[in-house]
């Protein structure tokens, strides 16, 4: 399935039938009127059309063929691009980790007791055995994301900026590998504190040369968020850069929106035994369950889609404009050459 909405739209197919028409009109036009202007007895006289009317007839040809050149390299660098995305380090686990999100009837659940839900969902996970886990509001490579305004204590509102925040469990950071640069990460007693944790980005955007860690920022309307841990850059949303990326910690629950669940699979079972779990705690749940590189893999298919469209529009103007000399080449080819004669007039 294509990453982007294909359902027509009524005015972009207007659009296409209009300049479809239009090139119509332009490139039939002149040939039409060039022959209703031809002089039969001009035409009797010569037996090679002039100069000018087959270079006019190679030029169109001549001139596709480096255009659709230049649109299959560029079509080549596109797709050595993204074998390069292939090989970029997103910054944390992918291989072995599972994540599942958790769908709860929001008409039995509102805040307090989606909240109760999480506290009985890590219980229920820990006394079972399940490896490392970890809670966050957002997924990496998801389609959702939360931004916020912040701004550095002493400045007005004026200079507030708009980064991307998660809220993540304690054990986030550990279960996905992502190393702490400085300070600490998050511990349960953090629960409610104004503490909040930010990746290297962000930290060179806020406070380039100085140390992180102790610095307080202001969130939102006002709250001020002391600074207790700066984690490495990840690619959270993207390949390409790694954006500014604030992590608080997770206190509190909604049905519409419940955490993600990022867990390690490296057995065949864990996948089920999570789900089964889950069900046990309430069978209103839904739960739906994918390997985290199932997130990474449809980024790569957004890559791959624009060097797969452009080596298909390379490869079909290459053939028109192949056809195209071939049938200039062979008209020229076919017509008669210049005579020598003597005329008699009787």
Request: aromatic share 6%.
């Amino acid at each position: 399935p294509a990453p982007f909405d294909i359902d027509p739209d009524f005015t972009v197919v207007a659009y296409a039938i209009v300049l479809g028409g239009l090139a119509c009109l332009t490139f039939t036009l002149a040939p039409a009127l060039h022959a209703t202007r031809a002089s039969i007895a001009a035409s009797l006289k010569q037996t090679m059309p002039p100069r000018s009317g087959l270079r006019l007839r190679s030029m169109l040809p001549g001139i596709q063929v480096p255009v659709t050149v230049i649109l299959l390299t560029s079509a080549g660098l596109l797709l050595r691009g993204v074998e390069q995305a292939r090989a970029i380090d997103p910054g944390f686990r992918v291989d072995g980790m599972t994540i599942a999100k958790i769908e709860l009837p929001e008409a039995a659940y509102d805040i307090p007791r989606a909240t109760a839900f999480l506290a009985d969902l890590t219980a229920a996970l820990r006394a079972a055995g399940v490896g490392s886990f970890g809670f966050t509001t957002t997924e990496p490579f998801g389609e959702r994301s939360t931004w916020a305004g912040i701004r550095l204590p002493g400045e007005g509102p004026t200079r507030t900026q708009s980064i991307e925040f998660m809220s993540v469990s304690p054990d986030y950071f550990q279960t996905l590998g992502i190393p702490m640069t400085a300070g600490r990460a998050f511990v349960a007693a953090d629960g409610g504190q104004p503490v909040a944790i930010v990746n290297e980005a962000t930290a060179r955007r806020l406070w380039s040369g100085q140390d992180a860690v102790g610095q307080s920022l202001i969130i939102g309307d006002g709250q001020f968020l002391q600074v207790i841990g700066v984690v490495n850059d990840t690619h959270i949303d993207s390949l390409d850069v790694v954006e500014p990326l604030l992590f608080m910690p997770l206190t509190r629950a909604h049905a519409d929106d419940f955490p993600k669940l990022v867990f390690e699979s490296t057995q065949p079972a864990a996948s089920d035994a999570v789900a089964s779990l889950i069900a046990r705690l309430d069978r209103r749940a839904r739960v739906e369950v994918m390997p985290l590189a199932s997130g990474l893999n449809d980024r790569l298919a957004e890559l791959a889609l624009a060097p797969l469209a452009a080596s298909a529009l390379g490869l079909f103007g290459l053939g028109l404009a192949t056809v195209g000399m071939f049938r200039v080449f062979g008209y020229v080819v076919r017509q008669p050459p210049r005579e020598i004669g003597i005329r008699i007039d009787v």
